[in-house]
C-alpha cells in the first residue's frame, strides 16, 4: 500500500490535483541531476553540483568518492519528494488530502470518490457578520 499527498491551489479545479508518493524516490536516487531538471528543483541542482564539485577536489581516492557520491544520492531519494513538496507549497500549492492505495489509480479513485460524497463546506460569514446560529 502507497501514500500518497494530493496537493492543489486553491483556484484549481480538483481534476487537476497532483498525486505524490510519499517516500523514498528512485528516480532521485538514480538520476539525481536529471529528476531534479525535470521537477524545476534549480537550488537543489545547484547543491547537487556543488557538492559533486567538492567530492571531485577532495583527495578521498576512487572509494571514497563513489561512496560519498553513493550517499549524496541516497540523501535525494530520500528527501527528493519533500523537496518537491516544499516547493510545491512555494508557489502557492497546499496539502488537501492524503490517500493510500494500491497504485496511483486506486488513491486517485478513493480521493475523488470522496470528494464527491462529502458534503459541501458552507462558505464563512463576512468579518463581523453574525455566524450561522448565532443570536442577534
Not at 528516480?27 to 524545476?40: I, T, V
Amino acid at each position: 500500500m502507497q501514500v500518497f499527498l494530493v496537493m492543489r491551489d486553491e483556484e484549481m479545479p480538483a481534476a487537476d490535483s497532483l498525486f505524490l508518493r510519499d517516500g523514498f524516490s528512485g528516480g532521485a536516487f538514480l538520476l539525481a541531476p536529471f529528476w531534479l531538471l525535470r521537477h524545476g528543483l534549480w537550488l537543489p541542482l545547484l547543491g547537487y553540483v556543488l557538492a559533486v564539485i567538492g567530492i571531485a577536489l577532495l583527495s578521498v581516492g576512487l572509494e571514497g568518492a563513489v561512496i560519498l557520491l553513493l550517499a549524496l544520492h541516497a540523501f535525494f531519494g530520500l528527501e527528493g519528494q519533500a523537496m518537491r513538496i516544499a516547493d510545491l507549497t512555494k508557489r502557492g500549492y497546499a496539502v488537501r488530502s492524503i490517500v493510500a492505495g494500491d497504485e496511483l489509480d486506486d488513491a486517485e479513485l478513493r480521493y475523488f470518490t470522496d470528494l464527491a460524497l462529502a458534503p459541501p463546506r458552507p462558505s464563512p460569514a463576512p468579518w463581523g457578520a453574525p455566524a450561522e446560529g448565532d443570536r442577534p
